[in-house]
């Protein structure tokens, strides 16, 4: 079974508009990380936000932020006024257990194209 | 922030010969490193995960001997693809973490800038 899955492959949004893009994961962990990367078509792999499992509040930095629902085990990621820089891979990412050793496990990706 | 350095960010190469990437933590001791490979539109597939001093650990499907892993000192790990072939062209990509946070720790991955192998 999937542990991350990202049910949209590409994505619209029209420039200063907010977008969401879906992610739900599979667990039986009680400790986990979730993570959003950003990949642009240089290749490299941003990091722009992170959620514990443990977290009450939902992640917030800067014009992202993570729409945490545990029970319903969705880690959604919204960007908040769309620039043209945003268009790339967005790729959700979670890392199980607390040994710090795990490596992250990624979805698929979605690809989100602003729009002026 | 931390800073991973991956080297070369681009190689071709003739099928047969081999090929090694280098990924560097250069502010940081990276006492894991994992190696991921990324075809195009695809998402990123953990090849192994890479510990300083001792031999890495291979996900399944992916031939060690093939895709050998050095992790001599706890800032350089190395992938060297041996015998390269043409299906091995990809987007390979380490990262790397430091110390020994548990994950409900603020713990993010640091990622290298990526190697595109192109096997003629």
């Known amino acids: 079974a999937q542990k991350i899955t990202q049910t949209q492959p590409g994505m619209f949004v029209q420039e200063k508009e907010a977008v969401t893009l879906d992610c739900t994961y599979d667990t039986s962990d009680q400790s986990y990380g979730l993570f959003w990367y950003k990949q642009p078509s240089s290749g490299e792999m941003i990091f722009l936000i992170y959620?514990?499992?443990?977290?009450?509040q939902n992640a917030t930095e800067g014009r992202y932020s993570l729409n945490f629902q545990k029970a319903r085990k969705s880690a959604n990621l919204v960007i908040s006024a769309s620039q043209l820089g945003d268009s790339a891979m967005y790729f959700c990412?979670?890392?199980?257990?607390?040994?710090?050793?795990?490596?992250?496990?990624f979805g698929k990706g979605t690809r989100l194209s602003v729009i002026a | 922030g931390a800073v991973v350095s991956q080297h070369p960010s681009r190689v071709i190469c003739k099928s047969g010969t081999s090929v090694k990437i280098e990924c560097r933590s250069l502010?940081?001791?990276?006492?894991?490193m994992f190696w991921y490979r990324q075809f195009p539109k695809q998402s990123l597939m953990l090849m192994a995960t890479?510990?300083?001093?001792?031999?890495?650990?291979?996900e399944q499907g992916v031939e060690k001997d093939k895709f050998l892993i050095n992790h001599a000192s706890l800032t350089l790990s190395t992938l060297t693809v041996t015998s390269a072939h043409p299906e091995d062209s990809s987007f390979y990509i380490c990262?790397?973490?430091?110390?020994?946070?548990?994950?409900?720790?603020?713990?993010?991955?640091?990622f290298g800038s990526g190697t595109q192998l192109s096997v003629l």
């Open positions: 502010d940081f001791q990276a006492t894991t």
């Open positions: 890479s510990n300083e001093g001792s031999k890495a650990t291979y």
């Open positions: 990262s790397a973490r430091g110390g020994t946070g548990s994950v409900g720790t603020n713990e993010k991955l640091f």
């Open positions: 990412a979670m890392r199980e257990g607390n040994t710090g050793n795990t490596p992250l496990v």
């Open positions: 959620q514990g499992s443990y977290d009450e």
